[in-house]
């Protein structure tokens, strides 16, 4: 089912009930993701002011990084842990299991006391954030046709930047409401706890996963001399299993390095964008927190654009000519973003032009990845790559902070950590183009 294409029609010919479900549920987990995400980012400094009042302002955006580094500490952990907890145990259990753990640790951030107890329970939330983007790329990947995945995975993606939005517009009436606004933020978190209800009801589990965990537990029940190579791959631990096979362990090891630029460019650079606004219009004498939480919402829109728009065009160029596109475009737009760009009703048309790129480049992952992997080790695989990246992009807040800190300017911060494209643009033509095969048994 899941391959069948309609020819001659529309994407959209064919489609059920339970293929649409299943991509509301994987969007759905993605933009309570962004919300949350983007609640942090918009009001860390806010809170590192309020819980460490002592901390002298030029260390603020060094601490604010450090904030968003702990953040991803903890979110490539349970990632990658969510990815193999889905092979094993199934795409709709894992994804609601982490929005659980989400609702309730992302609400008792809101409770923080102190600055340390801030940090524990954003690597805790972190924990729960990573498992639902794995889990229901490889639901949404097994569930739909071959000739509308593509698609569907820019409509799951578009979740992110939908979340982010929220996030902005949210803190744009929160904000003014006192200096501990910023824990209405965090209780809004609770609210996905509603829709877990809604998901163990009304979304299917992966058909090709339940046949995949069927073979899984025949084998483990027979003697390993008796199994063939292709057999053992069942039966070893999922994430061994990516590294053992030669072939895997290359397409891993290239797209975790293409998962890593997306990864640090974004949160090395990006996550900047409102406070680099704020410092434009407070220079202009606008409130600075409104143009924050307007500057989150206007490079959202270009970002949710970017997302759908990245799955049409693999679908009609490939996938590797459209990645080569994104990595070019993000690498020219960040410095003419914080370098060039000084008017507010320029930096406008900038923002939505760099979120379609910057930000819409993350679809590649969810088209491009679950057509690596097989199914017994596809949400392994895809959260790993997704995920393990995190390790090494948490430095990106930290070098920007400190740059930041130092220079006391976003332009050339953004500027250095920028230059990660062009290791993107060097790697991306070594993954297979996959556009318009089945995904791999």
Known sequence: MHDTAVVGKGWRAGLTGAQWRSLVAANLGWLFDGFETYALILTASTVLRRLDPAAP?????????????VTLLGWGMGGILGGVFADYF??????LTAIVLYAAFTGLTALSWSWASFLVLRFVTGFALGSEWGTGTSLVAEIWPRNARAKAA????????????????????????????WRLMFLIGVLPAVFALWLRRSVPESEQWKQAHGRRTRLRARSTSELSEQEQSYTRLTLR??????????????????????????????????LYVASLATSAGHSASAWASGAGMIYNVGAIAGYVSFGFLADRIGRKPTVLLYFAASLVLTPVLFLLVHDLRLVVIVLIVNGFFTLGQYTWMPVWLPELYPTHLRATGVAFVFNAARFVAFLGPLLSGAIISHLGGYGV????VGLIYILGLAVAPLCPETRGRPLPE
């Open 154 to 181: 820019g409509l799951m993606q578009c979740g992110l930047g939908l979340g982010f939005f929220i996030a902005s517009a949210c803190w744009y009436f929160i904000a003014p409401l006192g200096p501990d606004s």
């Open 413 to 416: 911060a953004a500027t250095v």
């Open 241 to 274: 299993q990516i590294f053992v096979d030669p072939k895997l362990r290359r397409l891993t090891i290239v797209a975790s390095v293409m998962s890593l630029v997306t990864t640090l460019g974004w949160w090395g650079i990006s996550t900047w964008v409102p």
């Open 90 to 95: 199934g795409r709709r259990r894992t994804l």
């Open 57 to 69: 302002g030029p260390s603020i955006a060094f601490l604010t990084g450090v904030t968003i580094a």
